[in-house]
């Protein structure tokens, strides 16, 4: 076989399941590729979002912060960014990576925290250098500000709940994102309290729920060079997804506690809510 057909060979989608020649694929990684059109369709966040939470915000722009972080006090997270709105497409490609254990999907979900680290976190990034693929342009502005992100970690599942899964979904993607950026991760933090599932419980249960649900876990400083447990750093807090925000606080409260020293972002995949949160909740 010549190697020309092999590589005009088509390929399907991982998202809508049909065949494309390479021309109409817009993300490819081994055998696992993206259509064009899924790729559109994936939700991502853009225009004017809220300084603090990335949430984006239609209408009045009056306020920087967005409703919920305008009157929300004391958070002690330096900021949190999402690279997508929680949608029909999105949600079936994390459920399936989740909780059908399509574990094959981390590579594609590892790569799009690696985009959301590029386009919000990465302080070396500057203009067009940081073109990975070409649906980038269309979708990312720069950022004003970034922080220089030294350390990553994850929030954890309760060891029931991973025992359950065989895995944790965000500790794999925080592995692709180390491994790329050549940034260390450490496990900070455990689940000590195993919480009902999220999805079935209403604001103010979920926020009640997490407390005293994590707790600290040494700093192995053996294995980080120049990070200290008493001296500045900026870490980033991976999760999949957001919700209310109520989990990445509370994890990030625990670590604020241990290390007061240092600054603590946010980073997530899928921001529920993200462009009209009202109309979601009704
Ligand atoms: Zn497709
Ligand atoms: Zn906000």
Redesign the pocket.
Known sequence: MRSSTVYLRPISCLACGQQYRPGAIEWQMGELAICHTCWQGLGWLQGPS??????AMEGDLSSA??????V?RGSVLHGQRSLLTYNPLNRQLLYRYKYWGEVQLYTFFGQLMVLGFKRYYDASVKGKSWSLWKGWSRVFAKEATRPSIQLLTYVPLHESRLYERGFNQVELLGRILSKQLNLPMVTLLQRVKATVKQSKQGRGGRIQSLDGAFAPLPLPTQLLMGIEPDQPCQLLLLDDLYTTGSTLEHCAQVLQASYPQWQIYGLTLIRAGGQSPIKLMR
């Open positions: 809220c300084v603090h939470c990335g949430r912060r967005c409703g919920d972080c305008a929300r």
